[in-house]
């Protein structure tokens, strides 16, 4: 190896350590770093040994849910090789199976159930879309497996056996579409969204919101194939409705096409306010910065949060994947997974599933990037909620920010 390959190398190392060591900190106060008794901490016949944990990711590699859940791989594997340098948990080095979900939901079931059936893991990191983790909900119920979620979603679930570290509706839709009756004035809705259960239930939640506790309108509500390219009449129909807010739920590779074409038919963000829940810097890289500049976002987290746990991230994530690397809101929530799995595991003194799940509610991580969170006893994360607008180099600028932490209400009352 030459000496400008070690160097980089050795910086690599030292930039995920020092990126770890605050979180190092912060959960070395929170419960047991020492190894114990391996019938001590596996009393279900786990895949754990003296010197290992074996743990699961299900993500779509493949297919057009890549562009959206790669960030998740990448942020799980980052948080994982950051504890594997601090020791490990419990004494055990956490050892990953990766299995491709390939954007199917079939697919997805078939590999929760082989993770959890035949390889044993002690935990699986994984899911994007609401269709997958409904897929794999039952197999984890029934296998008594756990499930860390990363991704914001509609809501109404709630399971001993997933941890859900994204959004809920009331932290991102609810906040989202307030804001833009209170700041940009907005009254006349036209909902897109990709044909499935997130966006859906997400649109049934926002119409419900609209309608009655906002006394607006909606003027029109569309939904499109997973991987659809044309939306050309979609375009036609926003034009004739002339809404307010285009309030958009696009998924995955479709993204692309969507804005590239608004942008053809002149709806641009100087004519026409659009305000997404599924656009981060991951969709940006495909959509291009020049093809959503000015249009919004609401997320809890975006990559330009300046505060120091989020940069010593956002350095430890380029030094691991490159400098031209992006991180947006799920792969933000994909790597607290593995941190908030260690608190509990520790704070149990066991890797049993069920001594995990009860004592995670009330984890706190004050070192998250996004900022502090917590888990309630509902499984939900307290977060802040945000608001950013999309810039010309793919990133955002952060306009609006709850100012308290949102109390996760995944059942919330009049929206059923």
Not at 387 to 416: C, N, R, T
Request: a neutral charge; proline letters at 4%.
């Amino acid at each position: 190896m030459s000496d400008k390959h070690l160097q980089s190398s050795q910086r690599r190392k030292f930039m995920l350590g020092a990126a770890a060591l605050p979180l190092a900190l912060a959960m070395s106060r929170m419960g047991h770093a020492a190894a114990l008794p391996t019938a001590q901490v596996n009393t279900t016949g786990l895949a754990i040994t003296d010197t290992e944990v074996v743990v699961g990711q299900l993500h779509s590699a493949t297919g057009t849910m890549a562009i959206s859940e790669t960030g998740s791989i990448q942020a799980e594997q980052l948080a994982i090789d950051q504890i594997n340098q601090m020791g490990g948990i419990l004494g055990r080095t956490i050892r990953v199976i990766k299995e491709d979900g390939a954007s199917d939901w079939p697919t997805f079931a078939e590999k929760s159930r082989k993770l959890l059936v035949n390889d044993k893991v002690a935990a699986v990191f994984g899911c994007w879309t609401s269709a997958s983790r409904k897929a794999v909900l039952p197999v984890f119920e029934r296998e008594n497996g756990l499930l860390y979620y990363p991704t914001f979603y509609e809501g109404l679930e709630q399971s001993k056996n997933v941890i859900y570290t994204g959004q809920e509706a009331t932290q991102q839709i609810l906040y989202g579409l307030d804001w833009a009756k209170q700041e940009k004035g907005a009254k006349t809705f036209f909902l897109v969204g990709s044909d499935y259960i997130w966006p859906r239930t997400s649109m049934k939640i926002a119409r419900k919101h609209i309608e009655a506790f906002q006394g607006g309108k909606v003027v029109g509500e569309e939904y499109y194939p997973l991987g659809n390219t044309n939306f050309n009449s979609l375009i036609n129909k926003i034009k004739i409705a002339k809404p307010d807010c285009i309030f958009a739920a696009v998924v995955g590779g479709s993204n692309v096409a969507f804005y590239k074409q608004l942008k053809a038919a002149g709806i641009t963000a100087n004519r026409q306010f659009l305000l997404t829940l599924s656009v981060t810097e991951d969709e940006m890289l495909g959509i291009g910065g020049e093809n959503f500049e000015g249009f919004y976002a609401s997320m809890k987290y975006f990559q330009s949060l300046d505060n120091p746990n989020n940069k010593a991230f956002v350095e430890a994530f380029k030094a691991k994947y490159g400098p031209r690397a992006v991180i947006g809101d799920v792969t933000q929530a994909a790597y607290l997974g593995p941190w908030l799995w260690k608190a509990a595991v520790e704070k149990a003194g066991s890797f049993d599933v069920a001594k995990v799940t009860a004592a995670s509610p009330g984890i706190e991580l004050p070192t998250a990037p996004e900022g502090f969170v917590k888990i309630h006893d509902n499984h939900h994360l307290w977060s802040k909620a945000r608001i950013g607008m999309g810039q010309a180099d793919g990133q955002f600028k952060v306009v609006a920010e709850s100012p308290e932490l949102i109390e996760p209400d995944p059942f919330p009352k009049g929206y059923q």
